[in-house]
């Protein structure tokens, strides 16, 4: 049961990164691989069918904290106290310029919300950088490795960003096998600090009673949520880019 | 103000925030979920529209209400670590459950939903908004399991230094949820309809050209506001019953007593006038034509807001001092360590950020009103969109 749910935390995370890499990604290069309105409007329309179904992967590894790590959801989120503000307000702010960016038409308004997508996908890269870090060395806030580390995840979802963006266009050797290589690359600035991690987070673990509780409730949703995961990825994937859905404006 | 004010202030300014934005979401979802239905049944263009116009800004408001649930669910390891030390192992599991088994879903169904539009089948579209509705529901449920196990710690019991789970069917049978949970979604179906009479009332006041679109929407605005008002107050009453058993004196204090007593003077006249006026005036459209009434239609949209706030100030504030009922204090729940310098910091940049959107949010929302259906974007059809991407070149490489 234990490792069960030390599974069921790691696969979360690394999904975070593999799916949500990409989104950031995108967010961080806006400017530069938007070069035009019409460019960035192609982008984020591009990633946006994809980001709500991406993001719930970290609210869902908050909930896993929560229930089967109790002890280390209070102790380590206070640990890493500014990070993890700095990493919600990013969160709040690279949201919001998804929501807001086309709900008026003006270049001022488009502008300032493209900005805050951009700022606010930066702020997460770095933030979960430097939080890695500091986990695995159980220390300051700041270090150097910690700033290198913050290098390293920009650079890796900024590969994935430019990976969907081509597997969106289309186009020869874009292809889906291109697009798994860039999610495995994204979730290796992770995967090695929870393989390092795992027998602490072993130590964690909630008791028996309340894990028997968790699998008993959530099994029976994993179908569900694989399924509503593969839907998405099915209803707007590249096979179905063409029909009536084209000529309905993105939301986003 | 302290350490611990500030971290109460916090909690309660992003609570406050987030049940703003979360009650309409409760109960615009079911609303727009018949709108769609009976468009997909009858094929009627004008209810396709309402459910396009009201699910923009269903989905406009939802936006704030991750927003600020997000900030919520982290704050809990931030400044209150001292609460997962003693009750995690039981507290935990609600809200683990609560985001995979809701949340996770009701996003991801949203997201099929709001991208969805003339991309999906017609009914497997429609599914995905009444799964959407499902799962916000089962969403406010567990929310809901793990503050009543705050108000009530049923379930569970101490060893050593900590409470363990013991009964988790005690656990979801909480006396101080049962009637909770039917009173918070009637008040979230109260709000929705609220907002949708006075939002019609509104376009109907400034002779809109959309008539029959606003007279439909009016209808569904008072079948939702009776149906939710009767629930509301039906459950309201009922709590008094086990709030009295399991807290007693929850009502005396100054500040709980008058919220209560606001919190009932708005349900109680939203009921005679829901009950008397707006259901009997449906007759004839005569509520839709009698333009002088409009403006009071327009001017009360705001109380089943303030009346939930109310309401949510009485249960916790009329818990104080414990966060675990008569368990574990407020105080020592506390995050040791905290710093003066780290909430503050904190509270600034959370509030400055939340509050300005949450400003940003009700005017796109107001203007979205005021611009009415023909100018709402979601799912609307139109010109190729050239944001959109085009036709598959490498249908081969798919994904
Ligand atoms: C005659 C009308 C009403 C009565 C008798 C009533 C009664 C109550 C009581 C006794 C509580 C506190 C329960 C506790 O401390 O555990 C409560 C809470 C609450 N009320 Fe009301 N209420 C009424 C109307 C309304 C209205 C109109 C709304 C909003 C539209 C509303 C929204 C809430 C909310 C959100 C809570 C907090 C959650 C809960 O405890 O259910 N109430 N109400």
Redesign the interface.
């Known amino acids: 049961m234990d490792i069960l749910w030390l599974g069921v935390f790691a696969l979360l995370l690394i999904g975070y990164f593999a799916l949500e890499g990409f989104d950031i990604g995108i967010g961080m290069l806006l400017p530069v691989l938007g070069r035009t309105r019409e460019e960035r409007d192609r982008l984020v329309a591009g990633m946006a069918p994809f980001v709500l179904a991406g993001e719930v992967w970290l609210v869902a590894v908050a909930g896993v904290l929560f229930g089967a790590f109790p002890h280390l959801e209070g102790e380590t989120l206070f640990a890493l106290y500014p990070l993890v503000v700095g990493l919600l307000v990013s969160w709040v702010i690279r949201d919001a310029g998804l929501w807001f960016r086309r709900r008026l038409d003006g270049r001022a308004w488009r502008a300032f919300w493209g900005g805050a997508l951009c700022a606010g996908s930066y702020g997460l890269a770095l933030t979960w950088g430097l939080a890695l870090a500091a986990l695995v060395q159980g220390g300051p806030v700041l270090t150097p490795l910690g700033v290198g580390y913050a290098a390293v995840v920009v650079g890796v979802f900024a590969i994935h960003g430019r990976r969907f963006a081509a597997w969106r266009a289309g186009g020869p050797g874009r292809t889906g096998r291109a697009l798994l290589g860039s999610a495995a690359l994204a979730a290796v600035p992770v995967a090695v600090p929870l393989a390092v991690a795992a027998p602490w987070l072993l130590d964690h673990v909630a008791p028996s009673g309340t894990l028997r509780v968790l699998t008993l409730v959530i099994l029976p949703c994993v179908p569900v949520m694989v399924a509503a995961q593969v839907w998405v990825w099915r209803a707007f994937g590249r096979r179905a880019r063409a029909g009536v859905g084209a000529r309905v404006p993105s939301f986003f | 103000m302290d350490v611990l004010d500030l971290a109460r202030a916090q909690f309660a300014v992003t609570g406050v925030l987030h049940f703003l934005f979360v009650v309409l979401t409760l109960g615009l979802a079911p609303l727009v979920a018949i709108m769609q239905t009976r468009h997909v049944i009858t094929g009627k263009p004008v209810l396709e529209r309402m459910a396009r116009f009201w699910g923009q800004i269903y989905?406009?408001n939802y936006?704030l209400g991750?927003?600020t649930g997000?900030?919520m669910?982290?704050q809990?390891?931030?400044s209150?670590?001292?609460?997962?030390?003693y009750a995690?192992?039981?507290?935990?599991?609600p809200?683990?459950?609560?985001?995979?088994?809701a949340?996770?879903?009701e996003?991801?169904?949203?997201?099929?939903w709001?991208?969805?539009?003339?991309?999906?089948p017609r009914w497997l579209h429609l599914a995905c908004i009444w799964l959407v509705t499902l799962t916000a529901y089962a969403s406010a449920y567990w929310v809901l399991v793990a503050n009543s196990f705050l108000q009530n710690p049923a379930g569970a019991e101490v060893r050593g230094d900590h409470l363990?789970?013991?009964d988790?069917g005690a656990l979801l049978t909480n006396p101080t949820l049962v009637f909770a949970l039917p009173h918070v979604l009637g008040a979230g179906l109260f709000t929705g309809s609220s907002v949708i009479i006075g939002a019609s009332a509104y376009q109907l006041f400034r002779r809109t050209r959309e008539w029959e679109f606003f007279v439909r929407s009016l209808r569904v605005g008072v079948v939702g506001a009776l149906v939710g008002i009767l629930v509301t107050v039906g459950f309201g009453f009922a709590q008094f019953g086990p709030v009295g058993q399991i807290q007693p004196g929850k009502f005396r204090g100054a500040a709980v007593g008058t919220s209560l007593g606001f919190m009932i003077l708005i349900g109680e006249l939203a009921l005679f006038g829901v009950l008397f006026v707006l259901t009997p005036l449906l007759f004839r459209d005569w509520l839709a034509r009698w333009r002088w009434i409009h403006p009071l239609l327009m001017l009360v949209t705001p109380m089943p807001f303030i009346a939930a706030i109310l309401g949510w100030l009485v249960r916790e504030i009329g818990r104080q001092p414990w966060i675990v009922y008569g368990r574990l204090t407020v105080k020592d729940a506390m995050?040791p360590?905290?710093t003066p310098g780290?909430i503050t910091?904190?509270f600034v940049?959370?509030t400055a950020?939340?509050g300005l959107?949450a400003v940003?949010d009700y005017v796109?929302i107001a203007r979205t009103v005021r611009r009415g259906p023909a100018a709402a974007?979601?799912?609307?059809?139109?010109?190729?969109?050239?944001?959109?991407?085009?036709?598959?070149?490498?249908?081969q490489?798919?994904?």
């Not at chain 2, 995690?88 to 599991?93: C, I």
């Not at chain 2, 996003?107 to 099929?112: A, D, I, N, P, V």
């Not at chain 2, 050239?386 to 249908?395: E, G």
Request: aromatic share 16%.
């Open positions: 989905v406009i936006a991750v927003f997000l900030v669910e982290f809990f390891g931030l209150w670590s001292g609460l997962s030390r995690g192992d039981v507290f935990g599991a809200l683990a459950v609560e985001t995979m088994g949340f996770f879903l996003s991801t169904f949203l997201g099929l709001i991208f969805g539009w003339g991309r999906l363990v789970l013991t988790f995050s360590g905290l780290m910091a904190s940049a959370f950020v939340l959107l940003i796109l974007t979601l799912g609307a059809p139109g010109q190729p969109d050239p944001a959109a991407p085009s036709s598959p070149c490498h249908p490489a798919a994904f």
